[in-house]
């Protein structure tokens, strides 16, 4: 007779099973009837057995597939989830107010609208904002070693969690107790070229105490990290000729801004020789050396100063601690500390009058300021003529003043009971966190003290400087912030009475924070006194007060209904009230079906409605009245001579991605950012060893807090007089203009000028509504002496992704599939083990897209890459597919060995018209080794 297997484990316990069955979540005595340890899981408040279901979908990775990942860092881990993203990373955060920090999203909804958990409980958002406003939590600062799996609701939890629980939770759960010590260590880099993907890991975790023979247990765990930097020029030979040919065309071509300089000009229409009157030349200082001097010009290799992978250094701590008061009372505590440093290496500062004002804004004095890059004067020591000229010149004077660090500072402390008094469940705690970063860096040009250095000649051009000389050129300037909180919370669960079903439970709680938000700069950068830097300044605090209750009814023996409701008070916005209704029902033993609709918010937070004064140098603004006409200069350009190249790209930008001004103000009228979510899915477990899942889900948001989209701004500019500022055509427009009649005798001249400042204040503006589908499966399969193999499989197909079109005040066109917008992501592993031996293998696939993020992208669209003479080929990403593997082996019995090598087959990246930075992606290795003692 055929026993047919009854669906009883939930999605954590087949995933921990299936990927970590070195994870215990509870422990029992033997006796004649087993007691059911039940736990939290994420999205309920009510603790559950181990083997019940949620409605709520709930991804599980345990610690034995982050090993198996490789996982150097927590980055790694939440870059494996098919939900995930992408946002901000530390390596792409240096021109970020939030530099130096990585952040995570789920369904393209932005970090704000995911919560990051540490062992359910909140963490410190870094200490400022990125762009300003978008407050997150940087994951940087939580040690990866540590963790005992993360568990990712991939539903709407506002009624759980309150603010923020909008796209979903990511909830990393560190070990709960710990014994012995253990060593890890691990290296990692390309097998391509040595110096690219450099990075090493260190950590050592010690405990001490037996909590359920000894009624306490402490531990304590050090994290240490290390990456590597590198130059542009060690990556020259693996940068795509896709690359070099249409994206960055002076890339690895060493640049006409050099030391001792060039010359150039054009002589006066009365120059006494005739023969030179009106023509332009270009020639090199005195003093180049022989082997800089190329195409009749002194060349400076900046390729070799700039380092595009950022070095970094980290430090994280963790020590948790359980106490035993009573058989019914335990106290807990536990201490987070992080310490992390961000490295950027950026180009050396140049000399290079355009003509053309650099404009930024003083927040301070409430108006713009201006900085002209001079010509040496008549009579300037370093002008060898009898007319003003141009010098392209590099300071390359002190190599270390072009570094920028970024170094933040974080630390979460708590302490709390946990216990059973009643029937009832509790747990309340009370701790204080809190982040603060600063940015310190030098290399930009102090408007008064530089313009008094050259006109005066006290800088010597070519010659070594007194360095209290170039600290007047090039000071030090910073950017500062601080996020603070506390809180005391307190939440209980109980069986209220038995139903058909089972119990009855309840769960109730609240929890009261105060947090507040400064970001500021230095005097330098508050007084606008250095070129091309906005400002930010930023206070607030708040209360927030909550409470909440949860009720989940098992009304007869294969359904259950649950609902959850949430008061939350943020500030002096408006109170939010946000329910959530759940379903549960098992259709057959082994099939089971599952809804839920809820309400969210998130609460503007004080970078939005606090004292707010931010001025940004927003770059890469497409202008629709110059891009036309750029990138004809551009393609004519191009045809000319090695300068005539380089100031192609000039040409180009200086209309089809421009630099401006952007002012932004607090609004301490926002409303909150409201959503409604609605989830509907199966899941199917035929046999104990293979379950699968698939979950709909939709996402409706309104209210969104933002500013008005630059190009859409810009594309009602003549609607709104006065909402662009522009400067006249620019001397160097008509520079250019001039030089391209020179090589072609056509005409192409700029008539309208370039952007010089935007204002805006932030609104609730924007809608957006996703829709999309989740996959989960897992299997295992014995092979009895062979070993044992388990397979997982996670997808994600977006169905819809629609932002808000303010020009159309509608929704805008679906932009799934669109540029860094995929419409799936697979990604499935298979992982072998028998004995002390571990392999395995995992595959990653994302589709093709568009290069267009939405219909208003012109330069991207077919026309616009065929104005661009871009190949039709390349005006869209083409798939890709990623294979990585692993294994490991344990030498003896507490020493284990592990190794990866990512990217296996050496697959190049996919051509990407829109890549900022050279793509680089070869084969990796990492390799680490763990000791138990």
């Known amino acids: 007779m055929n026993k047919q297997f009854v669906l009883k484990r939930s999605v954590i316990a087949v995933a921990l099973a299936l990927t970590a069955p070195s994870v215990v979540f509870a422990q029992t005595d033997a006796a004649p009837q087993q007691v059911v340890q039940k ?24 610690r034995d597939e982050i090993k198996a990942i490789g996982a150097s860092t927590v980055k790694d881990v939440v870059d494996t989830l098919t939900s995930n993203t992408g946002a901000l990373t530390d390596l792409g955060s240096g021109n970020s107010f939030a530099s130096g920090a990585t952040g995570l999203a789920l369904r393209n909804l932005g970090k704000n609208s995911t919560l990051v958990l540490l062992n359910f409980r909140r963490v410190s958002n870094f200490g400022t904002a990125d762009g300003g406003q978008e407050t997150f939590v940087n994951i940087d600062s939580i040690p990866a070693d540590v ?33 012995g010590v253990t060593l890890r260590a691990g290296a990692r880099q390309s097998l391509a070229k040595h110096q690219l993907n450099r990075d090493q890991t260190a950590s050592i975790t010690g405990g001490v105490g037996d909590f359920n023979a000894d009624g306490w247990n402490a531990f304590a765990h050090l994290e240490l990290y290390h990456r590597n930097p590198y130059d542009d020029r060690s990556i020259v030979p693996q940068v795509p000729e896709w690359y070099t040919t249409y994206v960055s065309p002076t ?37 180049c050396a022989p082997e800089n001097l190329e195409g009749g ?158 006109l005066s000649g006290d800088y010597k051009f070519g010659q070594k400087n007194d360095p209290a000389l170039l600290l007047k050129m090039f000071p030090y300037f910073g950017f500062l912030g601080e996020s603070k909180q506390s809180f005391v ?32 700069v230095t005097d330098n950068i508050a007084k606008a006194e250095i070129v091309g830097y906005g400002s930010i300044n930023v206070t607030g605090s708040r209360n927030i007060y909550a409470a909440y209750a949860e009720l989940a009814a098992p009304v007869i023996k294969d359904l259950e209904l649950s609902g959850a409701v949430r008061f939350d008070k943020v500030g002096k916005t408006d109170a939010n009230f946000v329910p959530k209704f759940s379903i549960l029902y098992k259709v057959h033993p082994t099939l089971m079906v599952r809804a839920t609709a809820s309400e969210g918010f998130r609460a503007p937070n004080n970078a939005e409605t606090g004292n707010v004064q931010l001025s940004a140098f927003q770059n890469g603004i497409q202008d629709p009245k110059r891009c036309a006409i ?86 009602l500019e003549d609607k709104n007089p006065g909402s662009v500022g522009r400067l006249p055509v620019t001397q160097d427009d008509l520079n250019m203009s001039q030089r391209v009649f020179e090589l072609s005798g056509k005409n192409i001249v700029q008539t309208t000028g370039p952007i010089s400042s935007i204002a805006q204040s932030y609104m609730n503006l924007n809608r957006t509504k996703v829709a999309g589908l989740d996959f989960e499966l897992n299997n295992r399969i014995n092979l009895g002496s062979y070993g044992k193999i388990s397979n997982t499989l996670r997808a994600n197909y977006q169905l819809d992704y629609r932002g808000w079109d303010t020009v159309e005040d509608t929704y805008s066109e679906n932009l ?70 692993n294994g490991s082996y344990t030498l003896w019995t507490n020493t284990t060995f592990y190794a990866n090598v990512d990217n296996l087959f050496n697959r190049q990246p996919v051509v990407d018209m829109r890549a900022g930075n050279p793509p680089l992606r070869g084969r990796t290795l990492r390799v680490s080794l763990e000791h138990k003692f």
Not at 39 to 62: F, H, M
Not at 683 to 711: A, F, K
Request: include cysteine.
């Open 816 to 885: 799934a599939g669109n540029y860094a917008n995929y419409r799936y992501n697979v990604r499935a592993s298979t992982q072998w083990t028998q004995g002390p031996w571990h392999a395995g293998a995992t595959v990653t696939y994302l589709p093709g897209t568009k290069l267009i993020t939405n219909k208003y992208d012109d330069n991207n669209s077919p026309e616009g890459c065929e104005a661009r003479e871009i190949p039709a080929d390349y005006c869209r990403l083409k798939r890709d597919v990623l294979v990585n593997v």
């Open 297 to 454: 010009l002194c060349r400076f290799d900046q390729w070799a100063r700039v380092g595009i992978h950022a070095a970094a250094d980290r430090a994280n701590f963790m020590t948790s601690g359980r106490l035993k008061i009573n058989n019914d009372t335990t106290a807990f505590a536990e201490v987070t500390l992080s310490d992390t440093k961000t490295t950027f290496y950026n180009a050396p500062a140049i000399m290079q009058y355009t003509g053309t004002p650099i404009t930024w804004y003083n927040a301070g004095a409430q108006r713009q300021e201006s900085f002209t890059e001079p010509m040496l004067p008549v009579g300037h020591p370093y002008n060898p003529y009898s007319f003003p000229v141009q010098l392209r010149y590099r300071y390359a004077d002190d190599m270390e003043m072009y570094k920028s660090k970024a170094h933040a500072r974080q630390y979460r402390v708590m302490a709390g009971l946990e216990g059973n008094s009643m029937g009832w469940d509790w747990n309340t705690a009370i701790g204080t966190m809190a982040s603060r970063s600063d940015t310190n860096q030098r290399g930009s040009k102090s408007a008064a003290g530089y313009l008094d250095a050259v």
């Open 489 to 520: 919370d307190f939440r209980a669960s109980h069986e209220l009475m038995q139903l058909p079903g089972g119990a009855m439970s309840l769960a109730v709680g609240g929890e009261y924070r105060r947090d507040s938000f400064e970001s500021w």
């Open 630 to 715: 750029a990138t004809q200069l551009y393609n004519e350009l191009k045809k000319g001579n090695a300068v005539d190249v380089a100031d192609a790209t000039r040409a180009r930008d200086a209309g089809c991605s421009e630099s401006a001004a952007v002012n932004i103000t607090g609004n301490p009228d926002l409303k909150p950012e409201k959503s409604r979510t609605f989830n509907a899915g199966i899941v199917w477990q035929p046999t104990q060893d293979l379950s699968m899942s698939l979950d709909y889900y939709h996402i409706v948001r309104r209210d969104e807090i933002g500013n008005l989209p630059v190009d859409q701004i810009l594309a």
């Open 39 to 62: 736990v939290l899981v994420t999205g309920s408040n009510i603790k559950r057995g181990i083997d019940e279901q949620t409605a709520s979908p709930v991804q599980v990775l345990g």
């Open 251 to 287: 890339f690895g071509v060493r640049s006409t801004y050099s030391t001792p300089g060039n010359y150039f000009g054009r002589y006066p229409k009365n120059y006494a020789d005739p023969t030179l009157a009106g023509k332009s030349f270009s020639t090199p200082a005195p003093g």
């Open 147 to 179: 963790i005992d799996h993360v568990e990712i609701l991939l539903d709407g939890a506002s009624a759980i969690y309150g603010s923020d629980a909008v796209a979903g939770v990511v909830n990393i759960i560190t070990k709960k107790e710990f014994n």
